[in-house]
């Protein structure tokens, strides 16, 4: 900010969460060049215990579903946050404020809208919060804004920015690209038409066992694909999961465990594969969340949460490899979660790669045990059409609760398309 006011350099260079936490006026006259795409939307979201919920109503107040900031209350948050960020700077003091409380109080502080939910069986509550970016200030006041990214259409981003009323316009700074030369082989994990599910890669789904000094364990469905992929892998393969996949039975070196966010990750470009297992599906709380955007901006964004939360980060994933290289004629192979990781991936920057689907058919994944839809469905809709609470719906079709919100988001979905 304070080179911005001098106005004496030609050249700045700084952090998304800088410039976009400055004044958006000192911005005038700039151009403002950013790399990669900047996040626009956030959803945290956190479990409180009753004790800990208690400290944090102490200046918040339930009401309606939302949490307030109590009345006379302000200061005290505010002081309540400074506090712990002193303590998290190692000041001796004491905070009565964990982590996520502080996240929350955050979000108070500055307006964003936060949601309290119903107790669950164990007693906690979620309560979480949407924090829409003010970026678009800035660009707005920028003379010329260049981003320098892989994709845009189709992200939270670009969902966004329209509402915002941004339109784009090829950079003066993009590259020639005529595609990739390397012979690129796409292995889908899921069968064809499958979602690949982070929760159903954590269940305990079949018999595969491997011995280790602890004795024989069950493993893990992601476990099982893993032990298939690694034999028909070469070289070193990237490996992009979720933390929660330890792979404590994977050998020391046998891959390179990468970050899912793997922009700017430049030390592989020699090797030739990659397995990609992570998720991007919205949570039960991200599609509260959806509901949300969906209901102040009369669009759906579920699409967009799944492009900016699954496939651009796996088209990241995937060109940390030596197809990056320009003149690399090495073939390329990657194990994708599924067949929309597989399309993007030839949609955007692929064209000429081989989706090859004979690898989904020797994983440990579960036939699809989905029923036939219910008949109650189409009556359902109708009920909706006519503005019916869910709790009668329920009360009138014999439904579940579970059922009736599930179908009411397809439907909202069905409508707004």
Known sequence: MAALQKNTNHLIITTHQSVFAVPPSLLTGWMLVVDE?????????????????????????AQDGRLQIREGCADAIATSLATFMAVSAGAERTSMLSKEGASIYGCLKDGHPVFIDSEMANGNRYVRAIIESSCWDTFATAEEVHILTATVEGSLFDYLAQEHEFTYARSDFTPAFDGYKSNITIYPVMPKGRNYSTTAMALTAHECRATQQQGQVQSQVIDGILKIVLPRATGTPLLFSNKWASFRWLRKGAVHRCSIDSRGLNDYQGETNAILLFG???????????????????????????????????????????VRVRGNMQPITLFVQDERVA???????????????????????????????????????????????????????????????????????????
Do not use: C
């Open 343 to 417: 399309d993007y991936l030839v949609k955007t920057h692929m064209p000429n790669a081989v989706i090859d689907w004979s690898f989904s058919q020797i994983t440990p994944v579960q036939p699809d045990g989905r029923k036939l839809e219910d008949p109650r469905k189409a009556k359902v809709f109708e009920l909706f059409d006519q503005d019916m609470k869910n709790a009668d719906i329920v009360r009138l079709t014999g439904v579940s609760r579970g059922s009736a919100s599930n179908w009411k988001r397809e439907w909202k979905a069905l409508k707004a398309a």
């Open 280 to 322: 991007g599906n919205p949570s039960p709380s991200d599609h509260l969340a959806l509901d949300y955007l969906a209901a102040k901006y009369g669009r759906v964004f579920r699409q967009g949460f799944v492009t900016t939360r699954l496939l651009e980060p796996s088209l990241q994933a995937a060109t940390r490899t030596a």
């Open 37 to 61: 795409l900047p996040p626009v939307v956030d959803f945290p979201a956190y479990p409180f215990e009753p004790s800990e919920l208690a400290r944090l109503l102490v200046n918040a107040v």
